[in-house]
């Protein structure tokens, strides 16, 4: 048997090396194939989870189809005026006609709702006039309007009306950065009595890279501890690590406030010592939120490190000292530097879940210390204003997306061990 | 195990298909839990046992989008309770139907209940409540005494964002009721808002969620609140706490509403409903279940004087109450938020 084969493959080897190869690069393709047809339901998930829904966000803060949808003649009319004043009668005729139609078919409400995102109180001037629009101008349209509400003599509302009837919109990113478009179409700050985002943002960042901080301090001492433990002591302290993962988010912020409120046990501990008089506002201020995100994100830090520092023979230290260098020298000279993937990809972790908080801060924080997420889930939740909400999205994402990179060029992405 | 897997998905498909060829119930939507408990004592199952007309029970939470996807497709929602920014733009854009108010007569309800798609079912309010055991002799009455930290120094709380904050501040600020939105509709009376919220910042906390502000009175963490009115009698019967509403400071009001779905094939029974509801003898009897108000301007008096004072709607504490002005928010709650928060972030 196995003779004949062979004689048979010397022959095939002989008359056709060719067919061969092709035979296997046929084989090659099939097992790539194979191989990427295992991964399809991975990319699939990937690409309706992920990809699909980021892609929707980004498209949701730029989009501007309203007025389009709604009042198509009227939009077509005011992107060809040139803008400027109050536009002439034809478009003003063509704008009153299609508020009529649209009041009559009921589908003026997401038109009134883009104007208002623009400026607040234009809704109401919209449905207001539509409500008490007559069948027919009484005298001009422009006349007939501005009788109604005075408010449509002012160039402002027209030139919102313009921005209003572009298929396309940067209002909602530049109001995310606390920029507007002026009556010029000029960029320019906001009112300041309302800008807000932008410190949002610094301060969405400045808490995640303090809580960050905060886990290494505590995290990294406690990972070696676990890591260089024997196993049967190691293994109970790690399940207490664990432990709040088990717990329900919502259970354990609301503990937080038990703990650390005024007539709370740590108040009155330090009372009780004396260490201080008066009892400390620990919660619903800045404190009170990196207390509670720091215990949350704890393991996220924990957990890396343990898995990189276990790798790190004993030896290695043993060899350190037993060359002379004092302990603490022998751990900076030897165990920190292997360790560096670890706190790479733990701080890594907390910063980037740490940038998304929700609830934590809602609930032990104060009103100065809300997280971006805060007003992204205002603005779906409340107000309905997916525009807004995908632009502060997208804004995060961004920035994000920035800082990861730097962070990247810094630690070196390939040396990250998540786990 | 996949062969009884498949039986159970016939099964499934047979008891969906025995569904919906069944003729469907009026269904009434309301927000579930204690409150649902209460209207299916006193007027659901009431209302089948005197019309013989059956009613599913469901629940929501809200949300102008969820009302929009029942209202499309076939029907499914009858009759819902929606709160007033719902109210208006369902009515706007021919999410609702019209009640017919011939029968029900604009004149039995109180003024804000009344509108053209709906018809207001309960009063809740949020008011200013204190701990009456930690104010032995002299407790605050007023919104003045709110923002007033010298005369009653200590902590206290309101519910974060503008809306409700701006309103107490202006009253705290000496602005009678009735004119409080017309301050707040100039530029000028927001700067006077917030400078009054300012005066106290120190001192001042958030809420985010209607559970907390009892439990800020409760440990001790602030000295006085705003809360909705439901939430302080129920941590006082459930916890025997000793809360106070001080009802003469000014409160602000706001309605739930009746509303019937435009899809609704359904819509005599629900407005027959409505009617039965209406009575304001049975509206009296809600109170005493949880503390919300009724509607009918004839239901307060028929209510057991033991709960009146508990509501807002009661003749004595009507008259404090600043109707929530929802077509000034919805204007202009974005803006204000942005400017609420930037004054919190300085």
């Known amino acids: ?419 | 195990m996949s062969v009884s897997l498949i039986r159970i998905a016939a099964l499934a498909g047979v008891a969906l298909i025995a569904t919906s060829a069944q003729a469907r119930d009026l269904t009434i939507v309301s927000w579930g839990g204690a409150y649902q408990d209460a209207q299916r004592e006193v007027f659901f199952e009431p209302f089948v046992a005197e019309t013989d007309i059956a009613v599913t029970e469901d629940s929501w939470n809200g949300g102008i989008g969820a009302l929009r996807a029942r209202a499309e497709g076939p029907p499914s929602w009858d009759l819902v309770q929606v709160e007033t920014d719902e109210l208006v733009l369902g009515c706007e854009e021919g999410v609702l139907v019209p009640l017919d108010w011939e029968t029900l007569g604009k004149d039995n309800f109180l003024p804000p209940a009344v509108h053209d798609c709906g018809v207001g079912n309960i009063v809740w309010a949020t008011v200013l409540a204190y701990d009456a055991d930690r104010f032995p002799d002299d407790p605050p009455t007023t919104w003045a005494d709110f923002f007033d930290t010298e005369a009653f120094p200590g902590t206290r709380a309101l519910r974060a964002g503008p809306r409700q904050a701006l309103e107490f501040a202006l009253l705290g600020d000496g602005v009678p009721p009735g004119e409080v939105y017309d301050v707040l509709r100039s530029p000028e009376g927001v700067d006077r808002a917030f400078a009054k919220l300012d005066s106290i910042k120190d001192d001042l906390i958030f809420w985010e969620a209607g559970a907390q502000p009892p439990q800020l009175l409760a440990s001790g963490e602030v000295i006085m609140t705003s809360a909705y009115n439901g939430r302080v009698t129920a941590a006082n019967e459930s916890e025997s706490r000793n809360f106070q509403i001080a009802w003469p400071a000014g409160f602000v009001y706001q309605l739930d509403s009746w509303v019937i779905l435009a899809n609704s094939d359904k819509q005599d029974e629900a407005m027959q409903f409505i009617e039965f509801w209406a009575d304001p003898a049975r509206q009296a009897l809600l109170p005493p279940h949880i503390p919300y108000g009724p509607t009918h301007v004839d239901a307060a008096a028929q209510v057991d004087p033991e709960v009146l004072p508990d509501i807002p709607s009661a003749p004595q504490n009507l008259p404090h109450g600043l109707f929530f002005d929802d077509a000034f928010w919805v204007d202009n709650v974005e803006a204000l938020n942005e400017r609420f928060n930037a004054w919190a972030g300085q």
């Open chain 1, 1 to 419: 048997m196995q003779a004949t084969a062979a004689s048979r493959d010397r022959e095939l080897c002989a008359t056709d090396s060719t067919a061969l190869r092709r035979a296997l690069a046929r084989t090659e393709r099939r097992r790539q194939l194979w191989a990427f047809g295992l991964t399809l339901p991975l990319l699939a998930f990937l690409i309706v989870v992920f990809v699909l829904p980021i892609a929707g966000m980004l498209k949701l803060s730029v989009e501007n189809g309203e007025l389009v949808q709604v009042m198509p003649e009227a939009a077509e009319a005011l992107r060809q005026w040139e803008g400027g004043g109050v536009p002439p009668e034809p478009v003003v005729a063509a704008f009153a006609r299609d508020l009529q139609a649209a009041a009559a078919a009921r589908t003026l409400s997401p038109v009134a709702q883009r104007l208002n995102n623009a400026h607040a109180g234009d809704r109401t001037l919209v449905q207001g006039t539509a409500r008490r629009l007559p069948e027919n101008p009484d005298g001009s349209w422009r006349a007939t309007l501005a009788a109604i509400d005075p408010a449509w003599e002012e160039p402002r509302i027209w030139a919102s009306l313009k921005r209003a009837a572009e298929p396309w919109t940067d209002l909602y990113l530049l109001q995310s950065l606390d920029l507007q478009r002026d009556i010029d179409d000029q960029i320019t700050a906001g009112p300041p009595e309302r800008a807000v985002y932008r410190n949002v943002l610094a301060r969405t960042f400045w808490i995640s890279f303090s809580v960050t901080l905060f886990c290494f301090v505590i995290g990294y001492p406690l990972a070696y501890k676990l890591a260089t433990l024997p196993p049967k002591i190691a293994n109970p302290l790690m399940i207490l690590v664990l432990l709040p993962f088990w717990t329900s988010l919502l259970v354990r912020s609301a503990a937080w406030i038990v703990v650390l409120q005024r007539e709370g046990p740590i108040n009155q501990g330090l009372v009780w010592l004396g260490l201080i008089a008066e009892p400390l506002q620990l919660v619903f201020n800045r404190a009170g939120v990196l207390i509670a995100m720091t215990h949350v994100m704890l393991p996220f830090m924990v957990l890396p490190l343990v898995s990189v520092m276990r790798t790190i023979p004993k030896s290695h230290m043993q060899a350190a000292i037993g060359l002379g260098a004092p302990p603490f020298l022998a751990f900076l000279k030897v165990v920190l530097p292997q360790t560096k993937p670890g706190i790479g990809a733990g701080c890594l972790l907390v910063f980037i879940i740490s940038i998304g908080y929700y609830i934590t801060p809602a609930l032990v924080g104060g009103a100065g210390d809300q997280m971006i997420s805060y007003f992204v889930a205002f603005f779906t939740l409340q107000t309905v204003n997916w525009g807004m909400a995908a632009a502060l999205g997208s804004i995060l994402l961004a920035a994000t997306l920035v800082l990861y990179l730097v962070y990247a060029r810094l630690v070196g992405l390939d040396r990250l061990r998540l786990g």
